[in-house]
């Protein structure tokens, strides 16, 4: 660890940008030196398959989904969640009226924008039943609404 921390760290937050994300890829690849079962003929072998071990391992967090998704604290927080108050719309407040599994169903489709088969697996349902959901939820949207009132937003 003394001898390769301070190496891999600088190496791992230019190809990172980020401390915390280079502190994750030392850790990894110290461990994965710990754990290395051959021993190496030179250190000049060790050295180049650490930062290799390194670079792939920055490489890999890039690409990884957790870091495709995440924002800073900063634009988060320039970003801020507001939720719709139901007095705001009356399509809102008719779709919090609705049947629970209806309710939720519509609310995750065109509010929060999840696809059917993402809603299945959150409801812990088929897909089928989901579309089922929908198009009942959307009926009874209907009928609430009194006929076409915000019709377009509710095609699928």
């Known amino acids: 660890m003394e001898r390769w921390a301070d190496a891999v760290l600088r190496v791992a937050y230019t190809w990172s940008g980020s401390l915390q994300d280079a502190q994750d890829v030392c850790q990894t690849v110290l461990l994965k030196l710990l754990t290395h079962p051959e021993r190496f003929p030179d250190p000049e072998r060790q050295r180049a398959w650490v930062l290799r071990v390194t670079i792939n391992c920055c490489k890999d967090l890039k690409k990884s989904a957790w870091a495709r998704r995440r924002v800073s ?24 009226a609705l049947p629970e599994k209806y309710r939720r169903a519509v609310y995750l489709r065109y509010y929060e924008e999840y696809e059917i088969g993402e809603i299945a697996a959150l409801m812990g349902c088929r897909s089928t039943q989901v579309s089922t959901y929908l198009y009942r939820g959307k009926a009874k949207l209907k009928i609430m609404l009194g006929g076409s ?3 377009e937003c509710f095609s699928d």
Do not use: F, H, I, R
């Open 149 to 151: 009132y915000g019709q």
């Open 73 to 96: 604290l900063d634009a988060a927080s320039d970003a801020a969640v507001t939720m719709p108050e139901a007095g705001e719309s009356p399509v809102l407040e008719a779709v919090m």
